[in-house]
């Protein structure tokens, strides 16, 4: 295993919140790739404030540390690159599915959520002093355990292959590929995780939806907004929040 991962994760029997955990070490000066997993969390937290789900002993619940030297602008592109990171890992868990991702950074398969991603930044000014990566990764979680309204909107590699896998195995071999994403990003730019973003991209040419913006999904710019043509012809760019897509 890398040298980084295993000088840095911690592996906790239950936490509240993985999340809050690193964001706090975080703010105590802990290193870069400091990284906290549990398989039972009690009260982990989703995008838009809501709940993030981990019956315990089933599925991954893992925040790390990043302190890249850049712009707050370039905070989104950490979260495409940990969703792209979770792709290449789950392709090698569920060779048979075909692995997406829907903006601006959930895992899903046949249009069910596998992972989802929770990028919280610290800014200094203009510059990103931290990003905290919180993923929630479904693993051996069967339906049953799911609540009944999610039942239909959810999937785990355990449905999707029958076999139960080593959540710690998954969640190292998710970090090992957000290392190695990482650090290309620090040679090549973000240009390479764009470019795997949009080929594992769901909704291309898909209609959404938001605040009122209705229009056709084209793809993503160099920050990771969201591009919608609309019918006037112009193109409008979203950042961040919750869009409707419809196949
Ligand atoms: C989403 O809403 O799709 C993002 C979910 C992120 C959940 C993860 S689980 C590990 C980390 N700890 C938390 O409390 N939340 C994130």
Redesign the pocket.
Known sequence: MNQRIMDHIEYLEKA?????IVYGMARHGAQEWTAVCTFA?T??????G?K?E?PHGAN????FLLRPDCETRFAPLYGLMASVATVLALEHYCPESDIKVKWP??VIVDGR?I????PQAHLNGLQLDFVVI???LNVNSVEADFPPELRDKVTSVRCLTGADNDPAEIAESFLERMINLYDQSKVDGFDPVIGLWSRKWAHRGCVISRSGIEGTAEGIDELGALMVRIPDGSLVKLSGGETQFQA
């Open positions: 509240e919140s993985t999340q809050d969390q009260a982990g937290r989703g995008r838009m809501r993030w981990t991954i619940a893992l925040s950074n959930d959520k992972a989802g991603i929770l919180g993923l929630g």
